[in-house]
Nanobody, 122 residues
Framework: QVQLMESGGGSVQAGGSLRLTCAYS?????MGWFRQAPGKEREGIAV????????YHADSVKGRFTISQDNAKRMLYLQMNSLKPEDTAMYYC??????????????????WGQGTQVTVSS
């Protein structure tokens, strides 16, 4: 069982920055960030494949968000810069012992944190 806990969400103005942190209990090969806005499907925005040192960022966040990991501290991060109102959502950290690669797929991740809210005002 993998336990995950996010922190770092909040309210910022457009153009601002936030860094989300996810503390995890056990190392897993695939760790990602998803987000879900009201009335929308959960979207996989970034994933890190730790065994292959590969990172993926969705087009919607590429160049603005960066996923990183400190396995010694068992921390996953999402640095979010140049935030836009459309980035407003609940952000979730997720983990999987294996995954297919490429864009993160919601149903491949069995372990989830409780989420942290990010609100971006214009």
């Amino acid at each position: 069982q993998v336990q995950l806990m996010e922190s770092g969400g909040g309210s910022v103005q457009a153009g601002g920055s936030l860094r989300l942190t996810c503390a995890y209990s056990v190392y897993t090969r695939c760790m990602g960030w998803f987000r879900q806005a009201p009335g929308k499907e959960r979207e996989g925005i970034a994933v890190i494949y730790t065994s292959a040192y590969i990172r993926y960022h969705a087009d919607s966040v590429k160049g603005r968000f960066t996923i990183s990991q400190d396995n010694a501290k068992r921390m996953l991060y999402l640095q979010m810069n140049s935030l836009k109102p459309e980035d407003t959502a609940m952000y979730y950290c997720a983990a999987a012992p294996a995954c297919s690669g490429g864009p993160p797929v919601y149903n491949e991740y069995p372990y989830w944190g409780q989420g942290t809210q990010v609100t971006v005002s214009s």
